[in-house]
């Protein structure tokens, strides 16, 4: 059985600060990694994924995430955010195994930046 | 259409009655999931649809729960009898197919309130 683990269900930042959401995961097989994001009022959109490869992945807006497989993480970091990233972001984590299809979420974590 | 598409968008219901809610996915999009989003407790998967294979009903939380999907595109839920602890957002995602590597594009959701 898979779990993620989101060490804070919120964060508050200031506007142009750096950010860092957490993601710890627990799995006894490998697997696929995902950070959604779900801006109020709307479904999750997928933000970046691992697969395979560089450990370090970027989305188009500005956030990366990176799979450190030794501390079993996958934190979001953001250098600078701006007011339109207030979300909730959730990690999900399934595994890589032929077939499967199973996501399992974190709890998530309320991004909220101030002005 | 251009999204998942899931109706209605809110549903406010007396306890013991049935409700019906319905996801729409994105054409051509063979794997179907529902997951059920609680106050701070993520995301909990509940049933997936894949092509014509059985679907794995492995998260509906009781019998009281059954979905179904016709012609391979649009799925219900169905909740039977609901109760308190039903009331959550109810979230539909498709995919290419039933592999983690494509991601899943969610709806925006059905807000159930039983009362």
């Known amino acids: 059985a898979q779990s993620v683990t989101q060490l804070d269900s919120q964060v508050p930042v200031f506007e142009e600060a750096p950010v860092e959401l957490r993601c710890n995961y627990s799995s006894s097989v490998s697997v696929y990694l995902f950070w959604y994001v779900q801006y109020p009022n709307q479904g999750l959109q997928l933000l970046l994924k691992y697969l395979s490869g560089s450990t370090l992945v970027e989305s188009i807006n500005g956030f990366e995430a990176e799979f450190n497989k030794s501390q079993t993480s996958f934190h979001l970091r953001k250098p600078s955010v701006h007011i339109s990233d207030t979300a909730e972001y959730f990690c999900a984590v399934s595994d890589s195994g032929a077939g499967s299809y199973q996501l399992t979420f974190g709890k998530g974590t309320k991004l909220s930046v101030i002005p | 259409g251009a999204g998942v598409s899931q109706s209605p968008s809110n549903k406010v219901t007396e306890k013991g009655k049935d409700v019906e809610l319905r996801c729409d996915p994105i054409?051509?999009?063979?794997?179907l999931y529902w997951y059920r989003q609680s106050l701070g407790q993520g995301l909990e998967f509940l049933i997936y649809?894949?092509?014509?294979?059985?679907?794995?009903k492995s998260g509906l939380p009781s019998d009281r729960f059954s979905a179904e999907r016709t012609g391979g595109s649009v799925s219900t839920l169905t909740i039977q009898r609901t109760q308190q602890e039903d009331s959550a957002v109810y979230l539909c995602a498709s995919s290419p197919a039933g592999g983690q590597n494509y991601g899943y594009t969610f709806g925006s959701g059905t807000r159930l309130t039983v009362v």
């Open positions: 054409s051509g999009h063979t794997a």
């Open positions: 649809f894949q092509g014509n294979s059985a679907p794995d």
